[in-house]
């Protein structure tokens, strides 16, 4: 892919007082789209704070596009109930990628992401130094639904050959 900047890494850590749409429980599922691409963790059967700790990658083309999340509760014979969705940019996050950070020390804090009326952030969210890598930690409040949160880490992958950011 020759207009490829990096992909992204989004580890899906956990959903938090989800909505029940089954009689008690629900059976949810994240789906992550960005542009085309849609991606899609498993689903975890009958929680309401489901642990899915799985890594999904994006290839990111432009960091200008929003990622979108959507919870659906997974049902057998008729369509997957909606359980909210989110979306969040990476915006401040690629601004972070292009800082000069080699000889800073790990679990330094490079900026923080405060709730807005423009963000999903439910608390603010720290940009990091981790082990060579730059990381940001998320919890997403979904909307279109009574309750629920997601969380998030992100991770960036530079790709040998990539275009420059």
């Known amino acids: 892919m020759e207009n490829m900047i990096g992909l992204l890494r989004i580890k899906v850590l956990r959903g938090v007082n989800l909505a029940k749409r089954d009689t008690y429980s629900s059976d949810p599922y994240v789906i992550v789209r960005m542009g085309k691409q849609k991606l899609k963790t498993r689903v975890v059967k009958k929680n309401l704070n489901p642990e899915w700790n799985e890594e999904l990658t994006l290839t990111i083309t432009d960091p200008n596009h929003p990622i979108k999340l959507q919870v659906y509760d ?10 909210g969705d989110a979306e969040f940019d990476i915006k401040e996050f690629v601004r972070a990628l292009k800082m000069n950070l080699e000889n800073v020390p790990s679990g330094t804090v490079i900026t923080k992401v405060v709730p807005s009326r423009e963000n999903c952030l439910s608390e603010e969210s720290s940009i990091s130094w981790e082990n060579g890598k730059v990381t940001q930690h998320m919890f997403l409040r979904l909307k279109n639904v009574e309750c629920g949160e ?10 040998p050959g990539s275009k420059v950011l």
Do not use: C, G, P
């Open 74 to 83: 997974r049902d057998i014979f008729t369509l997957d109930d909606k359980m």
């Open 150 to 159: 997601i969380e998030l880490q992100l991770q960036w992958i530079h790709v």
